[in-house]
């Protein structure tokens, strides 16, 4: 079955850009009808959903959070990856990845997610 | 920016049935899905498409729709069930995903 595997540094300086990446496992990122995303949740907080990339490469991102975030795909690695710029405290939190399932008549949810890695951002 | 509102905790006896709705304009529009977080886990998906159930998922979860408001019930609730619950949608366009408020359910 899909597994979907964090990874990247567990603490990043103020200002400097988080970057992370999900390695899927399991069955290849470019079949089926899915497209890759990140989700974050700080600490006793809920989730906050990051942005979305199909393996065409075409991007969504939380309009909150566009001006800082690039999700990008690597299909020959069957991975993508994520990219938080100019970062502060208020972006520390667990960061997910997941997939996203959709289909034809509309339905479209986050169907398998990784573990999560926590991101530290502190000097 | 669009928002899901969901009540922050419902308490519930084992063996009763645990109600928990979230509201939002675009949800007439917009298919709603629910996930179960136990802590220090990720999110579970255990319905979709506002009502459906995906395998695995315990028959005792069930949702339904209404409006503006969605609602996922347990029926039964087991002590297992002690979790958070967030509905998750998407704005009118469908484009930006969201995630409601979430809402803790403590088994008493």
């Known amino acids: 079955q899909v597994q979907l595997q964090e990874s990247g540094p567990g603490l990043v300086k103020p200002s400097q850009t988080l970057s992370l990446t999900c390695t899927v496992s399991?069955?290849?990122?470019?079949?089926?009808?899915?497209?890759w995303s990140w989700i974050r949740q700080p600490a006793g907080k809920g989730l906050e959903w990051i942005g979305r990339i199909y393996t065409s490469g075409s991007t969504n991102y939380n309009p909150s959070l566009k001006s800082r975030v690039t999700i990008s795909v690597d299909t020959s690695k069957n991975q993508f990856s994520l990219k938080l710029s100019s970062v502060t405290a208020a972006d520390t939190a667990v960061y997910y990845c997941?997939?996203?399932?959709?289909?034809?008549?509309?339905?479209?949810?986050?169907?398998?997610w990784g573990q999560g890695t926590m991101v530290t951002v502190s000097s | 920016s669009y928002e899901l509102t969901q009540p922050p905790s419902v308490s519930v006896s084992p063996g009763q049935t645990a109600r928990i709705t979230c509201s939002g304009d675009?949800?007439?529009?917009?298919?709603a899905y629910w996930y179960q977080q136990k802590p220090g886990q990720a999110p579970v998906l255990v319905i979709y498409?506002?009502?459906e159930r995906p395998s695995g998922i315990p028959e005792r979860f069930s949702g339904s729709s209404s409006g503006t408001t969605v609602t996922l019930t347990i029926s039964g609730v087991q002590a297992e069930d002690e979790a958070d619950y967030y509905c998750?949608?998407?704005?009118?366009?469908?484009?930006?995903?969201?995630f409601g408020t979430g809402t803790k359910v403590t088994v008493l």
């Open positions: 997941a997939r996203g399932y959709y289909d034809s008549s509309g339905g479209d949810a986050f169907d398998i």
């Open positions: 998750q949608s998407a704005d009118s366009s469908g484009t930006y995903k969201v």
């Open positions: 498409k506002d009502s």
């Open positions: 399991g069955g290849s990122i470019s079949s089926g009808s899915y497209y």
């Open positions: 675009a949800l007439p529009k917009q298919y």
